[in-house]
């Protein structure tokens, strides 16, 4: 059973729509969630991170966490096409002095002027 | 300032040679961590490192990979008798102490290919 489940896409979307990338988990004891964007032939980039359920704004971005049922979101309003990359969301388990992120596959989006 | 560093960016090595991956973190950064991703298979953690101690190695997949962090800072990945299942991005991440993980930046990968 795969800890974090994420939609691979692709998202195809116009310029200035909502986007909505889901995560799902199995495991209570992750902590911390994490969004994480990455371009082609790049690093991923930290976009936010959260560790309470709610919602977290910075900007365009908005992390959303629902503890109780092990679903996270990332909604990006206004998107551009400068957005178009793979989202990965990222949860942390923490346990026995060590720390290990468990990543999802990664949403592809990609925004048509 | 500087991000983290990977060296080298592609690496084209035959099956059953060894490889040595290097990593430097951002400066002042304590916590470090390699990852490997893979076509379809995701980012998949391999090793942590706090200071130059591994608390945890249990996401290397065999003991034909190694690694070892020296003077709190560079990290180097090894790789003996590559297969070609070893073909995969090796990605480094840091993070500015072993309390904030969910704060890793990341490097821009190592590109290996095992032919």
Redesign the interface.
Known sequence: QKEVEQDPGPLSVPEGAIVSLNCTYSNSAFQ?F?W?RQYS??????LM?T?SSGNKEDGRFTAQVDKSSKYISLFIRDSQPSDSATY?C?I?Y?GA??????????TKLSVIP | GAGVSQSPSNKVTEKGKDVELRCDPISGHTALYWYRQSLGQGLEFLIYFQGNSAPDKSGLPSDRFSAERTGGSVSTLTIQRTQQEDSAVYLCASSPSPGTPYEQYFGPGTRLTVT
Do not use: D, V
């Open positions: 911390y994490m994480y032939r790049k690093g991923p980039e930290l991170y560790y990965l990222a942390l923490s002095g060590s720390y290990q992120l468990t990543f999802g596959k990664g």
